[in-house]
């Protein structure tokens, strides 16, 4: 009787660790690497106005798997910020919220107006050399930390 036992347990431990298998095969993750993304270059460009501002970073992923920035915060500004992008339409730019944005394993973006930034609501009166804190929330690696230096406009001109 012992050695019945034995066999179910053995037998009962196999089927479902093949079951646990076979769902993570079906997710799409089986084989994928993890991504390794480094949040660097941080600008906050100097605000012309008091409505909005923008900040950019360079995402690189050192990793063997994709990842997407998802939404963007910072402690320092209490009006909060956005991932956002600019559409031209007819000649005509505006902002518009952007749901996320993907970092391709191995890869680099660098973030721009047209592809991805962050906007910046009510910025309160940043001034050149001031830092703003972020966070950065990924769909794999969670939360980064990070912080952008404010730039005049020529200083972002000649670092882009």
Same mark, same amino acid.
């Given at each position: 009787?012992? !050695?019945?036992?034995?066999?179910?347990?053995?037998?009962?431990?196999?089927?479902?660790?093949?079951?646990?298998?076979?769902?993570?095969?079906?997710?799409? !993750? !089986?084989?994928?690497?993890?991504?390794?993304?480094?949040?660097?270059?941080?600008?906050?460009?100097?605000?012309?106005?008091?409505?909005?501002?923008?900040?950019?970073?360079?995402?690189?992923?050192?990793?063997?798997?994709?990842?997407?920035?998802?939404?963007?915060?910072?402690?320092?500004?209490?009006?909060?910020?956005?991932?956002?992008?600019?559409? +031209?339409?007819?000649?005509?730019?505006?902002?518009?919220?952007?749901?996320?944005?993907?970092?391709?394993?191995?890869?680099?973006?660098?973030?721009?107006?047209? #592809?991805?930034?962050?906007?910046?609501?009510?910025?309160?009166?940043? #001034?050149?050399?001031?830092?703003?804190?972020? +966070?950065?929330?990924?769909?794999?690696?969670?939360?980064?930390?990070?912080?952008?230096?404010?730039?005049?406009? !020529?200083?972002?001109?000649?670092?882009?």
């Amino acid at each position: 009787m012992s !050695a019945v036992r034995t066999a179910l347990t053995a037998l009962g431990a196999a089927a479902v660790t093949l079951l646990l298998l076979t769902l993570y095969t079906a997710t799409g !993750a !089986a084989g994928e690497g993890r991504p390794e993304i480094a949040v660097v270059d941080g600008m906050v460009l100097e605000p012309t106005n008091d409505l909005q501002g923008s900040a950019y970073f360079t995402l690189r992923n050192t990793g063997e798997g994709a990842d997407r920035l998802l939404s963007v915060s910072s402690p320092d500004l209490p009006d909060g910020v956005m991932l956002s992008r600019v559409l +031209v339409r007819d000649g005509a730019g505006s902002m518009r919220p952007l749901d996320s944005l993907p970092v391709p394993a191995g890869g680099e973006v660098r973030m721009d107006p047209w #592809k991805g930034n962050i906007m910046l609501n009510r910025p309160p009166g940043l #001034k050149p050399g001031q830092p703003v804190r972020f +966070v950065l929330r990924f769909a794999v690696s969670g939360e980064v930390e990070a912080v952008a230096t404010t730039v005049t406009i !020529a200083e972002f001109n000649s670092r882009s």
